[in-house]
T-cell receptor, first 116, second 113 residues
Framework: GAGVSQSPRYKVAKRGQDVALRCDPI?????LFWYQQALGQGPEFLTY????????KSGLPSDRFFAERPEGSVSTLKIQRTQQEDSAVYLC??????????????FGPGTRLTVT | DAKTTQPNSMESNEEEPVHLPCNHS???????IHWYRQLPSQGPEYVIH???SNVNNRMASLAIAEDRKSSTLILHRATLRDAAVYYC??????????????FGQGTILTVHP
């Protein structure tokens, strides 16, 4: 079946521009996670949704980062006034019931953001 | 969160078994041990998980020490497609972590033909 998809796969933004990254989770998955992966590092948690509710946004690095999942399916991560340090791969993952430790997370291919 | 320690890198030859170790000396009784791997230019993918007993699936085996302070991911016959970064992650059954994964540096596995 279809996995998690993300778009665009690559995004180049000039410093100061706003960007929007889209995630289409696996149909029916309640839980949705966003992670940020800097070059050569492991992914780092950004935020978590259970259906449309954003239950944890403790990993968002600044108030320039905003995420939403208004209908409990597709999610968008928005970064305002991009800075060079925002350059990274942004990964989305979904899970049937991500809060339970026996459920695996399914990751998308990521969006590589380069801020110039 | 309890931490894990893995070697930075390991090498193997194709069709040989690979044993990837992970230390988690501060693991709690409710922590599950998960393994994910990340192939080049892809998102991480789930490999296997366990709590106390050894586990097998089509991808790998997970051997958990009796005191649960360490575990080993076993790839029975490495292929070139197994070259990836392998992450050992602890997931708690309680608290307010909401199931987020805390990735470390992982182990870079190189497989030689």
């Amino acid at each position: 079946g279809a996995g998690v998809s993300q778009s665009p796969r690559y995004k180049v933004a000039k410093r100061g521009q706003d960007v929007a990254l889209r995630c289409d989770p696996i149909s029916g998955h309640v839980s949705l996670f966003w992670y940020q992966q800097a070059l050569g590092q492991g992914p780092e948690f950004l935020t978590y949704f259970q259906n449309e509710a954003q239950l944890d946004k403790s990993g968002l690095p600044s108030d320039r980062f905003f995420a939403e999942r208004p209908e409990g399916s597709v999610s968008t991560l928005k970064i305002q006034r991009t800075q060079q340090e925002d350059s990274a791969v942004y990964l989305c993952a979904s899970s049937q019931l991500g809060q339970l430790p026996t459920y695996e997370q399914y990751f998308g291919p990521g969006t590589r953001l380069t801020v110039t | 969160d309890a931490k894990t320690t893995q070697p930075n890198s390991m090498e193997s030859n194709e069709e040989e078994p690979v044993h990837l170790p992970c230390n988690h000396s501060t693991i709690s009784g409710t922590d599950y041990i998960h393994w994910y791997r990340q192939l080049p230019s892809q998102g991480p993918e789930y490999v296997i998980h366990g709590l106390t007993s050894n586990v097998n699936n089509r991808m790998a085996s997970l051997a958990i020490a009796e005191d649960r302070k360490s575990s080993t991911l076993i790839l029975h016959r490495a292929t070139l497609r197994d070259a990836a970064v392998y992450y050992c992650i602890l997931r708690s059954a309680g608290g307010t972590s909401y199931g987020k994964l805390t990735f470390g540096q992982g182990t870079i596995l190189t497989v030689h033909p």
